[in-house]
T-cell receptor
């Protein structure tokens, strides 16, 4: 399968714990995006990378969230000291650089904080 | 004001109906426009890009109005399988950042 893959698919964690999610983009894609989605809402932008450079991070994101893409390939999203409000679907997408280039999504990681 | 705004619906239409969705965006420097489709509990998938001259793909027609900063999606001869959430997507300013609207839910009934 050469699509975007995310791991794990589901994560249940206790409040206060740290969690880390991984995203493997389509191999030739140099852009990688992270989004968060809750029920009834569209995907909310968190951050994106072009190769290994993090170009933008949402101002809505607290300092508990951090993302890396160390070699310009896979990316990790870490949430420290999780809160119940962090429960959501975390979606990763990748694309080539350019106007009107399609972003392909992974199946997401569903986080539940109890 | 949100960067991308859509009417969440739901739009309930009978099979065979024509239905149209609009989406407004706030940044006049945006260059890339898309409609994505999202089925329940699935990831979003590209339905179609939206070009300045408008474009059509089978029963689906997308239009862009830069002066008024809105894009539209028209679905003709609705099928039961068209039931989904339709997400309007715009790049922010002249960057690669993609901003999604809230989504418009369509339910096609027999």
């Amino acid at each position: 399968d050469t699509g975007v893959s995310q791991d794990p698919r589901h994560k249940i964690t206790k409040r206060g714990q740290n969690v880390t999610f991984r995203c493997d983009p389509i191999s030739e894609h140099n852009r990688l995006y992270w989004y968060r989605q809750t029920l009834g809402q569209g995907p909310e932008f968190l951050t994106y990378f072009q190769n290994e450079a993090q170009l933008e991070k949402s101002r809505l994101l607290s300092d508990r969230f951090s993302a890396e893409r160390p070699k310009g390939s896979f990316s990790t999203l870490e949430i420290q000291r999780t809160e119940q409000g962090d429960s959501a679907m975390y979606l990763c997408a990748s694309s080539l650089v350019g106007v009107n280039t399609e972003a392909f999504f992974g199946q997401g990681t569903r986080l539940t904080v109890v | 004001r949100k960067e991308v705004e859509q009417d969440p619906g739901p739009f309930n239409v009978p099979e065979g109906a024509t239905v149209a969705f609009n989406c407004t965006y706030s940044n006049s420097a945006s260059q890339s426009f898309f409609w994505y489709r999202q089925d329940c509990r699935k990831e979003p998938k590209l339905l179609m890009s939206v070009y300045s001259s408008g474009n059509e793909d089978g029963r689906f027609t997308a239009q862009l109005n830069r002066a008024s900063q809105y894009i539209s999606l028209l679905i003709r001869d609705s099928k039961l399988s068209d039931s989904a959430t339709y997400l309007c997507v715009v790049n922010s300013r002249n960057t690669g950042k993609l901003i999604f609207g809230q989504g418009t839910t369509l339910q096609v009934k027999p």
